[in-house]
């Protein structure tokens, strides 16, 4: 799926099954919220917690999906409220970044 094509069926979605887009500071909340719930699943599966529940330590590849998907989502929503073409974006981001880092990485001994 392209991103324009994303944007479009989540438009879609909000208009018809979710009835209308939540206002747009609703979703910021939502959309560190949803972070939040990625963040505690790295925490479990790469850093230093354990998971309390043995079902969820072992769905959680899956879990980590869904969060992510989840992420997507509520930034898919956000960029819809407020007018964003995230292919354009993303385009434009991947140009300044190649600009600016083109040879910063590549002299970072740390890397």
Partial sequence: M???ELQSRVDEWINTIGVRYFNELT???I???????LSRLFARMYGEQSF???KEEKNAKELLADEMADV???????????GVDLEAAIEK??????KRDKD?????KKL
């Fill in 2 to 4: 392209e991103i324009k």
């Fill in 27 to 29: 979703n910021m909340a």
């Fill in 31 to 37: 959309l560190t919220e949803e972070v939040g719930e």
């Fill in 52 to 54: 309390k529940d043995p």
């Fill in 72 to 82: 997507l989502w509520v930034l898919t929503c956000l960029a819809n409220q407020t």
């Fill in 93 to 98: 981001n991947i140009q300044k970044k190649t």
């Fill in 104 to 108: 910063r990485h590549k002299r970072n």
